[in-house]
């Protein structure tokens, strides 16, 4: 067990001042039990905690840390942004620079508009696509997260074709209502759908790859046919990027799995763990956005001079190097071992992996979509979760969440990973 003291001390406090002592309920540990760490300082692959003990990280804040922590050029931009002035409310010249940037690497995108999160990201994308089309309704998926608008927070209608009821207080029926929860990989209830609803669906939205539930892949041709009924129904198809994009090469998910997107909603590594969300797509459509149309989206920190230096540093950086070749090489080291580990201590554990993002699924498996992914053990994930973090070693505190491997863990790092997954998984 690791030295606890000054972190336990810091969480009581958080306790009496913020809501679960945390500014994002998974940091609290609820899923896993116990409290969270406090960090210190990063550099790399590894977190210094507040009690000194040094862990290496599997979580890189969610997905931003792709080239570990304190990178020395993201360290060195957001400083020398710094001393310009950290916020100005008016145009500033890397707005520019990194929306050219984003339009290079992300073709489908004509034009880009920057916000301040993920979920700022994906809730402007769906009004974008409900005043482009004058339609109401959207259709999601379940297992996927899109941040916590209204809209978005909807779980799915007593039959696979009823709108969605409210899945967090606070969220008006008459909102959730609009919202067509689906099971992934359901290649038949989406097509019901479209054949029920097509004419009534502003946009359908699913992740690069569903990666807020574990992580779990796209079935061959599923995609592409989420495409074909959105465009044979006039609804808007929008990829959510914010983990997938310049996560799983420099295009993304679209990249990878050959897709055109209408819209995409990026953020993340796009602020290289500032606070930059962004949304962009096809320019007729983009063009609907205030102010030159009547879809009205705004920010007084969007395009915020700092988070745009962090961003086109981290970008830099992943092109000055062979940083996707990295992680997969990486990827593929853990995986084996990790596969191996778990066989060898009798322990059924489904690995899933794409690129740099992984899930070990405590359940024989295949997980092909949330039902699935919910006949995992909780209760032994717990386990093999603080039995990692005993070890130093620190894994995203859910079953249903997605880990990352940035440039920074060496093939070390994946190697001492697995002897101690190899001792723990025998303890459970
Ligand atoms: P943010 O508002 O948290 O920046 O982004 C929301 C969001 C949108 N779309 C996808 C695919 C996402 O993964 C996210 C946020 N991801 C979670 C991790 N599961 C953020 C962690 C947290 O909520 O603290």
Same mark, same amino acid.
């Given at each position: 067990m690791l030295p606890r003291e000054k972190s336990d001390a810091l969480f009581a406090a958080a306790l009496n001042h913020i809501p679960g002592g945390v500014n994002s309920p998974v940091r609290a540990f609820r899923a896993v039990g116990g409290n969270p760490f406090f960090v210190a300082s990063a550099k790399g692959a590894w977190l210094t905690d507040v009690d000194g003990n040094r862990i290496l990280d599997y979580v890189g804040t969610w997905g931003p840390a792709i080239l570990g922590h304190a990178h020395p050029g993201i360290i060195a931009s957001v400083k020398s942004a710094a001393d310009r002035g950290t916020s100005f409310g008016i145009p500033n010249p890397g707005e520019v620079t990194l929306a050219q940037r984003v339009k290079e690497w992300v073709p489908s995108v004509g034009k880009i508009r920057f916000c301040n999160?993920?979920?700022? $990201?994906? +809730?402007s994308a769906i009004r974008l696509a409900r005043g482009f089309t004058g339609r109401d309704q959207i259709i999601k998926f379940d297992g996927c997260y899109h941040g916590h608008a209204d809209s978005l927070l909807v779980r799915a209608g007593s039959g696979a074709l009823t709108f969605g009821h409210p899945d967090s207080a &606070?969220?008006?029926a008459d909102f959730a209502r609009h919202t067509l929860v689906l099971p992934f990989n359901d290649a038949d209830a989406v097509t019901a759908a479209f054949a029920t609803h097509g004419r009534e669906i502003a946009a359908l939205i699913v992740e690069g790859v569903p990666a807020n539930a574990g992580l779990y892949l796209p079935r061959p041709g599923f995609y592409e046919l989420l495409t @074909?009924?959105? @465009?044979?129904?006039?609804?808007?198809?929008? #990829? !959510?990027?914010?983990?997938? %994009?310049?996560?799983? &090469?420099? %295009?993304? $998910?679209q990249e990878r799995y050959g897709l055109t997107p209408d #819209?995409?909603?990026? &953020?993340?590594?796009i602020g290289a763990g500032l606070p930059v969300g962004a949304f962009g797509g096809r320019t007729d459509i983009m063009d609907q956005l205030a102010p030159l149309g009547p879809v009205y989206q705004a920010g007084t920190l969007s395009g915020n001079p700092l988070a +745009? /230096? /962090?961003g086109l540093a981290a970008l830099d950086a #992943?092109?000055?190097? !062979? /940083?996707? /070749?990295? #992680?997969?090489t990486l990827g593929l080291q853990l995986e084996a071992g990790m596969t191996e580990a778990a066989r060898s201590a009798g322990i059924p554990v489904t690995w899933q992996r794409i690129g740099s993002m992984f899930c070990g699924y405590f359940t024989p498996g295949p997980v092909w979509n949330l039902a699935d992914a919910l006949k995992s053990d909780r209760a032994r994930f717990a386990r093999f979760f603080h039995g990692m973090l005993d070890a130093g070693i620190y894994l995203a505190p859910s079953q249903f969440e997605a880990g990352f491997i940035s440039t920074a863990h060496s093939p070390a !790092?994946?190697?001492a990973t697995i002897s101690a997954a190899s001792k723990v998984l025998r303890s459970l």
């Open positions: 999160s993920g979920t700022e $990201a994906c +809730m &606070g969220v008006p @074909r009924l959105c @465009r044979e129904n006039g609804a808007v198809f929008i #990829l !959510d990027e914010v983990m997938t %994009g310049f996560r799983l &090469g420099k %295009g993304g $998910a #819209l995409s909603c990026f &953020g993340k590594i +745009m /230096a /962090a #992943l092109e000055s190097t !062979d /940083a996707y /070749a990295t #992680l997969e !790092d994946i190697d």
